[in-house]
């Protein structure tokens, strides 16, 4: 790992400083690996796993604040702007919190009672450190008619759910901005599902501040006109926008292709066209889109690694397995300067 006096090329928090700050998902072990690129590309940091329910609250009576402690301090330690994520989601939640003593299921009072205490616990710990919370992730369904997808906080609560959890981060910290997350946030059905769950937030003065575009894009989809399409829709609502997981996979979704061992010059080359003509997409809206975080740093580690196929080996990053520049980020910085 070079250390930070050995970059040469512009960083990429400096590219883009009059636009909107630049992020990286990050985790206890990618922090050890990659601080000096962390600290010298990046002015923004989100928990990947350290701050879901299962990771903080994993029993009743139990908080383990060890790991998310730590990406906070090095977030204070390298003057980064820290997002937290995220309180409420259907995956990587305790089961004790949907069941009584018995192991039956608790009913809705209960329910929010407890998520009112965890975010209380939560965002209370880090008042004033994380200046703005995934509060609900993933919510709303992809196919069908259904505006919000199964899950046990539907099934015992209600769709009140997801009001009452924006007004417990809110009541927290007033000051933190609140972010309603998902992915496919730019297929059309998806988009206007969203769309309608936040303006149905809105109209009951529910304070919610922005939506969060995951952007787990690949070099084919979604197109950009989709893209463009739902920046529109979601500032329309007078919600801030953040892009909050983005990654360009080389691969489609439906690709189960395993034979490549090392990324090919023409699909870097793919990449690269992409993410500059996603870029230069993201700084026309920089008005309404304040922060675009990368699910990760560089190529060496990327939660695509075995997904969706096992064994495969993903590089959806700007930055190779040696921490270099790939031709992605030369063509962004050359493109956009």
Known sequence: MRESLDFKEPAL???????????????????????????????????????KFESLHPAEEVYRFGAADELAAF???????????????????????FKNKTGEAVDKNTLLARLKSHIETVVGRYRGEIYAWDVVNEAVADEGGELLRPS??????????????????????????????????????????ICKLLKSLLDQEVPVHGVGLQAHWNLYDPGLDEIRTAIEKYASLGLQLQLTELDMSLFRFDDRRTDLKAPPAELLELQAERYEAVFRLLKEYRGVISSVTFWGAADDYTWLDDFPVRGRKNWPFLFDEQHQPKPAYQRIVSGLC
Do not use: C
């Open 13 to 51: 928090k400096a590219v883009f400083a009059d636009d909107f700050k630049i992020g990286a998902a990050v985790n206890p072990r990618m922090i050890a690996a990659q601080e000096s690129l962390l600290a010298y590309h990046f002015n923004s940091i989100t928990a990947e796993n350290e701050m």
């Open 152 to 193: 046990k906080w539907l099934e015992i609560a209600g769709p009140d759910f997801i009001a009452e959890a924006f007004r417990f981060a809110h009541e927290a910290d007033p000051q933190a901005l609140l972010f309603y997350n998902d992915y496919n946030e730019s297929q059309p059905q998806k988009r206007d599902k």
């Open 75 to 97: 977030a204070r330690k390298h003057g980064m702007a820290l997002r937290g994520h995220t309180l409420l989601w259907h995956n990587q939640t305790s089961d004790w919190l």
